[in-house]
Nanobody, 122 residues
Framework: QVQLAESGGGLVQAGGSLKLSCEASGSDWISVMGWYRQGPGQQRELVAEISALGATRYGNSVKGRFTISREEQHNTVKTIHLLMTGLKAEDTAIYYC??????????????WGQGTQVTISS
């Protein structure tokens, strides 16, 4: 079982910056970690993800504004950071950390954090 500890949410003015962090424990088989978000009345969407090898993928709405990074570990990823700059009101959402175990010996699996609220005031 993977546990995810999220931190860094809060209230910030439009145009400001915020950093989210997520630390995973309970497995050495995490292939990809990332952030998803769900705004009021909206579906959950990808914000950004990063693999154990450092490959990144971003949602279209955050490209050029958000940067995801990881703390390097051998063949896995356990701690990620999301630096959000140029924040807009439409970035307001609950942000969820995700850990994807694609090649775990026990079989693939995905785990979610409890979510952290990010609110942008205009």
């Amino acid at each position: 079982q993977v546990q995810l500890a999220e931190s860094g949410g809060g209230l910030v003015q439009a145009g400001g910056s915020l950093k989210l962090s997520c630390e995973a424990s309970g497995s050495d088989w995490i292939s990809v970690m990332g952030w998803y978000r769900q705004g009021p009345g909206q579906q959950r969407e990808l914000v950004a993800e990063i693999s154990a090898l450092g490959a990144t993928r971003y949602g279209n709405s955050v490209k050029g504004r958000f940067t995801i990074s990881r703390e390097e570990q051998h063949n896995t990823v356990k701690t990620i950071h999301l630096l959000m700059t140029g924040l807009k009101a439409e970035d307001t959402a609950i942000y969820y950390c995700n850990a994807d175990l694609r090649y775990a010996p026990a079989g693939p699996g995905a785990f979610w954090g409890q979510g952290t609220q990010v609110t942008i005031s205009s």
